[in-house]
């Protein structure tokens, strides 16, 4: 995997609303904004423990499974956040963000035709979203699907063309598609191309 990490440009978005505070501490809502007080000061583990606390009070709290997902994510727990993106989903199958997060975990797994999946859904709910054509792009480029993902990268870029990321990853997918033809073309006994392929290789 080409430094798969050092191109995402999704930010992962935690969920801020939730239902009033209880004085006796059985609404879940309690429990749910202590998870994203430990999100946010990085306790990941307290936070999963807070969110889990509240989806057993409200089984249906779609918002601290999302959340918790994202805690899960952090701590590199990333099937039990592709679980938790996945419940969410199960109920509201136009959520953007949980196909987003959950495209990212299935990324890091190596489960890419998971991840271009969760992103034609993206496009298709938001068809100008450049991180979800860009992070689709890295998805076909691990595949070795460069000529996909050449065109992803173009559809971010004229989205956002100052997005310098996406330049990179272009470049990226170029390199290894040019490195492709180049070992080919050795095989076939070129040895300029088999002089090119060390050169790139080193």
Do not use: W
């Not at 990333?78 to 495209?103: C, G, H, M, P, T």
């Not at 271009?116 to 070795?144: C, E, F, L, M």
């Amino acid at each position: 995997m080409h430094k798969l990490a050092a191109f995402f440009s999704l930010i992962l978005l935690l969920v801020a609303a939730s239902p009033a505070l209880s004085k006796d501490n059985v609404d879940p809502g309690f429990y749910f904004d202590r998870g994203n007080s430990y999100f946010n000061s990085e306790d990941y583990e307290n936070a999963i423990k807070a969110y889990t606390q509240a989806i057993s009070l409200s089984p249906e709290f779609l918002d601290a499974y999302h959340n918790r997902g994202l805690a899960y994510y952090r701590k590199g727990k990333y099937e039990e956040a592709i679980s938790d993106f996945s419940k969410v989903l199960a109920k509201n199958n136009q959520s953007v963000q949980d196909y987003n997060s959950r495209a990212l975990a299935y990324l890091k797994t190596g489960q890419f035709n998971y991840a271009i999946a969760d992103y034609d859904k993206v496009v298709s709910i938001s068809p100008n979203s450049a991180d979800a054509y860009h992070n689709r792009g890295i998805a076909y480029a691990n595949s070795g699907k460069y000529d996909e993902a050449i065109d992803d990268y173009n559809k971010a870029i004229s989205i956002r063309p100052k997005d310098m990321n996406a330049y990179m990853s272009r470049g990226v997918a170029f390199y290894k598609k040019a490195l492709e033809d180049f070992k080919r073309a050795c095989d076939g006994g070129s040895a300029i191309a088999c002089d090119n392929v060390k050169q790139m290789s080193k």
